[in-house]
C-alpha cells in the first residue's frame, strides 16, 4: 500500500509519502518478481528521487485522488490501472499478463522512454492506454494495441521499431 498512513494491514508493505520522502536515490525500485498487487491510497511524490519502479507480479492501482508525481515512473507489473492525473514526465512499462492493459493518465506532457532497467511500453497482447495533457513523443518502443487521448499537445510517434497492432485516439 503506498501512500498509507498507518501500518496495520498484515503481511502488507505500507509506505506513506512522508516516508518515501526520507529515501534519496536515482532509482527507487518498490516490490519484486513475487510481489503482490499495489494500491496506491493517497498522493505519493517522493521529494528526493529521480526515477520510481513498481515491480508485481500483480496489478498496480490507484484510488481516487491517489496521485503520483514523480520525473520517471517505470512499471514492471501483470496490469496497471493508473488514471487519476498523475504528474510524471516519463513512462516505460512491461506489463507481463497475457491480454492485461497499461492504462496511465499524466496532466502533462509524456515521453515513452527508459526508466530505470525498463524501456518503452510493451504489453503481453494487451493495450496501452495513454491520456496526455500535452505532447506525447518516444525515445523508445511501443509493443502493444494502442489507445491516445491528449487534450491538448502534438502526437509524435516516430520509433522505427514500434509495433503497435491497432492504434485509435480521440
Not at 22 to 50: M, Y
Not at 120 to 136: E, F, H, K, R, Y
Request: aromatic share 2%.
Amino acid at each position: 500500500d503506498l501512500g498509507a498512513n498507518t501500518d496495520a494491514q498484515a503481511n502488507t508493505i505500507e509506505l506513506s509519502d512522508a516516508e518515501l520522502d526520507t529515501v534519496t536515490a536515482s532509482n527507487l525500485r518498490i516490490g519484486g518478481n513475487v510481489a503482490g498487487s499495489f494500491n496506491i491510497t493517497s498522493p505519493i511524490s517522493p521529494a528526493n528521487v529521480t526515477n520510481l519502479g513498481l515491480v508485481s507480479n500483480s496489478s498496480v492501482t490507484q484510488t481516487p485522488g491517489s496521485t503520483i508525481t514523480v520525473a520517471n515512473l517505470a512499471l514492471s507489473t501483470s496490469s496497471a490501472t493508473l488514471v487519476e492525473g498523475n504528474n510524471v514526465t516519463r513512462i516505460a512499462a512491461i506489463m507481463s499478463g497475457f491480454g492485461q492493459d497499461l492504462n496511465f493518465k499524466t496532466i502533462g506532457a509524456l515521453e515513452i522512454g527508459t526508466v530505470d532497467s525498463v524501456s518503452g511500453i510493451s504489453t503481453n497482447s494487451g493495450n496501452a492506454n495513454l491520456q496526455v495533457d500535452g505532447n506525447l513523443t518516444q525515445s523508445n518502443p511501443v509493443f502493444a494495441n494502442l489507445g491516445i487521448r491528449s487534450t491538448s499537445g502534438d502526437v509524435t510517434l516516430t520509433n522505427a521499431s514500434n509495433q503497435v497492432n491497432s492504434i485509435s485516439g480521440r
